[in-house]
Every structure is written in C-alpha cells, then in structure tokens.
T-cell receptor
Framework: EAQVTQNPRYLITVTGKKLTVTCSQN?????MSWYRQDPGLGLRQIYY???????DKGDVPEGYKVSRKEKRNFPLILESPSPNQTSLYFC???????????FGQGTRLTVV | KNEVEQSPQNLTAQEGEFITINCSYS?????LHWLQQHPGGGIVSLFM???GKKKHGRLIATINIQEKHSSLHITASHPRDSAVYIC?????????????FGKGTKLSVKP
C-alpha cells in the first residue's frame, strides 16, 4: 500500500532534549516536505527536499534540521526543542513539484 | 496580508446542499492544491490544479489563473463531507516546492 509513515504519532518531551521524528515513503517520490499546524495559523512549511541531498527552507525553519540521505526517508530533527515547538507535524511526499501530495498521519509533539 | 485567503472560514449546510469554498491568492503560482482534513487530523489531497477544472465524484475544483482565484464545489453534500478544507498554492519559478496554505474552511453538513 502506498503510504507516508511518520513516527512517533504522539510525543511528550522536555525542553532541550534532542528528538527526531521519522518520515518514510514507499512510492519512490522525489519531493518530500515537513509542515507544522497550529491553531489560528494553519499549516506552515518547515523544510522541503527536491531530491537526495537537496533540502531547502520553508517558511518556518528556525529550530529544525532535516536530512535526505536516501530517497525514502526525510527525518525532522529538533536539536534543542522549546515549548513554542509544541505543534502537530505532518510529513508529505509527491512524485515531483506540481503533483498530488500524500501526507503522513501526523505527529503531535508537546514540549514541556 | 495573507498570501492565501479562504472564504468562508466556517460553513454549515444541510445535507443535499450545493457548497462552494473559495480561495484567493496574491502570489504567482505553478499549482494549487485542495486538501481535506478529517476531524481525526489526517490530511488527504483532493485536487492539484494548474489550470481549468477537475472533477472527482461529487467534488469539482476550478481555477482562474488571471483572477488568482480557485473554487471547490461539493454537490449533494453529505454529513461525511464534514471536514476542514484547505487551499495551498505552490510557488512559481525558483520557489517551486514551497507551499503556502490558507487557514482552512471548516464545513459541517447536518443531516
């Protein structure tokens, strides 16, 4: 089954403790991206990647890192999480630009 | 000023009604996406448009590039259509791949 898989689905952590949210797709898609969703602000793009080893900043990249060492995986790294990074996070992939996007199930992160 | 504006923010309809959700944008785009977010939080892509019109079942999406406007129509609405509908634009030129989202339209269809 074609899908984008995020892990974990829920995470509560403490300020400053490094964490990684994994994202994997099985559709051989070139394009992958990360978003956060906050009440009143909607979805905002954090980072995106057009290909292996190619990443670019979205609208809200501060405090986040990503890597794209292989096509299927695009982890989101929070080196030193802060409470303002409490949010609902989505990973998505698509074959290329201007094609249908497939979303992961979401990761609800709480930083205390 | 938001680059992507949706209207209305909230919409309540009776089952069977024809529904229209609007999306206006102020930037140059290469594509526009309509997404559906279920009450449980999952997001599903409904349409990706760069011109004209697309239809899938009871859903129709149109885009007018000159007027920088898109509409999502739902015919014969049903309670299972209740969800948040989100418009997103994909930048043109060097910003392709960068998605900008509207804040969503919350639709509630009553039986």
């Amino acid at each position: 089954e074609a899908q984008v898989t995020q892990n974990p689905r829920y995470l509560i952590t403490v300020t400053g403790k490094k964490l990684t949210v994994t994202c994997s797709q099985n559709m051989n898609h070139e394009y992958m991206s990360w978003y956060r969703q906050d009440p009143g602000l909607g979805l905002r793009q954090i980072y995106y990647s057009m290909n292996v080893e190619v990443t670019d900043k979205g609208d809200v990249p501060e405090g986040y890192k990503v890597s794209r060492k292989e096509k299927r995986n695009f982890p989101l790294i929070l080196e030193s999480p802060s409470p303002n990074q409490t949010s609902l996070y989505f990973c998505a992939s698509s074959l290329w630009r201007n094609t249908e996007a497939f979303f992961g199930q979401g990761t609800r992160l709480t930083v205390v | 000023k938001n680059e992507v504006e949706q209207s209305p923010q909230n919409l309540t309809a009776q089952e069977g009604e024809f529904i229209t959700i609007n999306c206006s944008y102020s930037v140059g785009i290469s594509a526009l996406h309509w997404l559906q977010q279920h009450p449980g939080g999952g997001i599903v892509s409904l349409f990706m448009l760069s011109s004209g019109k697309k239809k899938h079942g009871r859903l129709i999406a149109t885009i007018n590039i000159q007027e920088k406007h898109s509409s999502l129509h739902i015919t014969a609405s049903h309670p299972r259509d209740s969800a948040v509908y989100i418009c997103a634009v994909e930048g043109g030129g060097g910003s392709q791949g960068n998605l900008i989202f509207g804040k969503g339209t919350k639709l509630s269809v009553k039986p």
